[in-house]
């Protein structure tokens, strides 16, 4: 991935989506110094089957909050889109480019906006409105005459959207060292873990990031990795 830069911003749909993902990435950065800040689209009110909406964004929220300062992130946004009903348009391609003009980012990170997994399992509408949306927005934040009400004003220094979860990822990040708290970033989700599998839930996010690190390594020079497509600007 390049160096060369300070500040990024992760725009995803859901609590836990980055944790799922890039956390330890996140962490390595941080590490080093660099600023990251995320933007979360929903609260993740619908993902506890268990828990009625309206408590349970208030919990995700604070276990999101929790998950990113585990790995040295300390701005967290959300934009209170309906979970499970985002909708691809322009009125989230502003909300997008807005958040973009107030954090003012050289990176943009967020999650696979195509239609599935690996081919085989059919990836969610938010994830595929928000990870498209996404992409426009980085340019749309640099044009003055689009959206010109937003708050901030235009920002064309995104160098580039790295998307995670790409089934052809073009770059990678060694996690070594941000690999635990990456782990323990997931972890921070509990109750949302806890409602979805019966599995000891330090097990579940230790064997799942762990995992998905080890696979990834193979393929980028067997050191443990967190894979993006990065698309340059």
Not at 199 to 213: C, K
Request: glycine letters at 10%.
């Amino acid at each position: 991935m390049p160096g060369d830069w300070q500040r990024a911003l992760a725009i995803v749909a859901h609590p836990d989506d980055l944790e799922y993902g890039c956390a330890a990435a996140v962490a390595t950065w941080t590490d080093a110094g660099r600023e990251v800040a995320y933007v979360i689209v929903t609260k993740g009110e619908a993902g506890i089957d268990t828990l009625e909406p309206a408590k349970a964004g208030l919990v995700r929220e604070r276990e999101e909050r929790a998950s990113a300062a585990v790995v040295g992130v300390t701005q967290v946004e959300f934009l209170d889109h309906a979970d499970g009903v985002i909708e691809f348009g322009t009125a989230l391609r502003r909300d997008l480019a807005a958040a973009i003009r107030r954090h003012r980012p050289e990176l943009v990170i967020t999650l696979n906006p195509v239609d599935t997994w690996g081919g085989t399992y059919w990836n969610t509408p938010d994830h595929r409105a928000v990870g498209t949306a996404v992409l426009d927005a980085a340019g749309d934040a640099g044009n003055r005459w689009i959206f010109p009400d937003t708050e901030a004003e235009p920002w064309n220094g995104v160098r580039w959207v790295a998307v995670n979860g790409s089934d052809s990822p073009t770059h990678a990040v060694d996690v070594t060292s941000g690999l635990e708290r990456g782990v323990r970033s997931l972890l921070e989700h509990r109750a949302y873990i806890e409602a979805l599998t019966s599995e000891d839930p330090e097990e579940y996010a230790r064997n799942l990031i762990e995992g998905f690190a080890r696979e990834s390594g193979e393929r980028f020079g067997g050191r443990p990795a967190v894979t993006f497509r990065l698309f340059t600007r």
